[in-house]
């Protein structure tokens, strides 16, 4: 009986995986030898951000945390549940609070997505934070990855631009005071402060309508896109810099204690030692 | 380096020698990978499945977190906007907060504008300011101690600004009232 289900099964199994749209699909076969697990890296367009093989110690846990890849995660969480909040959610002083209470209690899931794109982006706040400190404390940072650090810090202010601009849009008294606040700061700016201010805020003082469209626009399409192309550099240039740099090799006085250990082994042993 | 395709010679009629040999830049090999025969192969795996398992879990886990959360904890909605009714304290969001408990000791253009802005230009100078070689813990002690100071005084000045300030910015202490909205 089991047999023949297993015939079965695997007939149906082989005829899927050699019929022309399959095979129109990918172009080897299942990644356990090799050879396939080399080309499925190198002929699947999402996995090819890797390399083939990758080293052991680089790849540890408990030397990245995952933070790097999981600020990426997050931030195709927030992609996702935010084209969500778009169906729903106008950006016009009348009617965005509203929209978010209609969010909130009206729309099939709309709490729960809400809740996650609200945590989701502090979240990531944190991740990229950590990121950046766990970078530097593996110097990570040095030659010849000086420019992916430079990519990883305009990443970074990306980041905290696309939680302060999406602060604003709930239009209730937390996003729209704190804004307030932030845009304030600009005001102070040397020089051009007032001008900085309006570029900002889209008008001379305080928050309104201008400042809700802006913060909009920014958070849904100019930012997104700016990280997202900032990304796929930095992912490429991890690549380009020789991969993951992996845990720190030992210190000067660790290899120069190593070379004298060395040097001594190698001494030949001086008289006496002809018996 | 790059091999170089020769110039195909012509015959006179204007087409290339039936036995030319025609070659084509397949891949540049640097000078250095060709000659590091003693560099000692790395203890590598493959990515699939090795590297994908892990980052698969680690998505997971996120997204159980996330969804955990989010059916725990509500996001905050406060009442409608009201320019006419300032709420005190009026706190930037949480990443900025230490930049606001500054701004109570420093001139707004110092603590809004100078500390984040040479913070920022200093972070993406570092690998050029920091011309050490060394990765080793041991060789950066300059480094790593000046880096945490920092961000040890950006932690707490974050943490003061977040759950110690009430209204006025006066210092208040959490079991008196928290002032902080994620």
Redesign the interface.
């Known amino acids: 009986m089991s047999t023949m289900n297993r015939g079965l099964l695997d007939r149906v199994w082989n005829s899927v995986t050699e019929s022309q749209i399959w095979r129109s699909i990918f172009r080897h076969g299942y990644p356990d030898t090799p050879l396939n697990q080399s080309l499925v890296m190198m002929g699947n367009v999402f996995l090819h951000l890797h390399p083939v093989k990758v080293s052991r110690k680089a790849m540890k846990v408990t030397y990245t945390w995952c933070l790097g890849g999981l600020s990426f995660f997050l931030f195709l969480v927030l992609t996702i549940t935010g084209v969500f909040l778009m169906f729903y959610f106008v950006p016009e002083q009348s009617v965005a609070y509203t929209d978010i209470q209609q969010i909130n209690s009206a729309i099939i899931f709309g709490k729960l997505v809400r809740n996650m794109h609200r945590w989701s982006a502090h979240l990531m706040v944190v991740t990229v934070t950590l990121h950046m400190v766990r970078v530097f404390y593996h110097g990570a940072y040095k030659p010849p990855r000086e420019f992916n650090w430079v990519i990883g810090v305009v990443l970074f202010l990306t980041t905290l631009l696309l939680s302060f601009t999406g602060y604003l849009l709930p239009w209730d008294q937390i996003g729209y005071w704190a804004i307030t606040v932030g845009s304030n700061m600009a005001s102070y700016a040397p020089l051009l402060g007032a001008q900085v201010h309006n570029v900002l805020a889209g008008q001379p003082v305080g928050v309104g309508q201008p400042t809700l469209i802006r913060f909009y626009t920014l958070h849904v399409i100019g930012l997104p896109l700016v990280g997202a192309v900032l990304m796929a550099v930095h992912f490429w240039r991890i690549r380009k810099d020789g991969g993951e740099a992996g845990p720190p090799p030992p210190s000067k006085r660790e290899i120069e204690a190593a070379r004298a250990e060395q040097a001594a082994g190698a001494q030949p042993t001086p008289a006496g030692s002809l018996n | 380096m790059a091999t170089t395709e020769p110039r195909p010679t012509r015959t006179e009629n204007g087409t290339a020698g039936a036995t030319q040999k025609r070659y084509r830049t397949l891949a540049v090999v640097k000078q250095e990978a060709v000659t590091r025969v003693e560099k000692q192969l790395?203890?590598?795996?493959?990515?699939?499945?090795?590297?994908?398992v892990?980052?698969f879990l680690?998505?997971m886990l996120?997204?159980m977190v996330?969804?955990v959360?989010?059916?725990a904890?509500?996001?905050?909605?406060?009442?409608?906007?009201?320019?006419n009714?300032?709420?005190n304290p009026?706190?930037?969001?949480?990443?900025?907060l230490g930049?606001?408990e500054i701004?109570h000791y420093f001139?707004?253009?110092v603590a809004?504008?100078?500390i984040p802005g040479f913070v920022?230009v200093g972070?993406?100078l570092?690998?050029?300011i920091?011309r050490?070689?060394?990765?080793?813990?041991?060789?950066?002690k300059l480094s790593?101690t000046v880096?945490t100071i920092f961000?040890v005084f950006f932690a707490i000045a974050t943490l003061a600004g977040s759950f110690f300030r009430g209204s006025g910015w006066q210092w208040i202490w959490p079991w008196q009232g928290v002032f902080f909205?994620?």
């Not at chain 2, 790395?42 to 994908?52: A, I, N, Q, R």
């Not at chain 2, 009026?90 to 900025?96: L, N, R, S, T």
């Not at chain 2, 050490?132 to 950066?140: G, I, V």
């Open positions: 790395e203890d590598s795996v493959f990515v699939w499945p090795h590297l994908l892990r980052e680690a998505a996120m997204t996330l969804t959360t989010s059916l904890i509500d996001a905050p909605l406060r009442d409608h906007s009201n320019p009714l300032t709420p009026a706190k930037a969001p949480w990443y900025f930049l606001q701004l001139p707004p253009t809004g504008v100078l920022l972070l993406a570092l690998p050029y920091d050490n070689p060394s990765r080793a813990f041991e060789d950066r790593i880096f961000a909205d994620l």
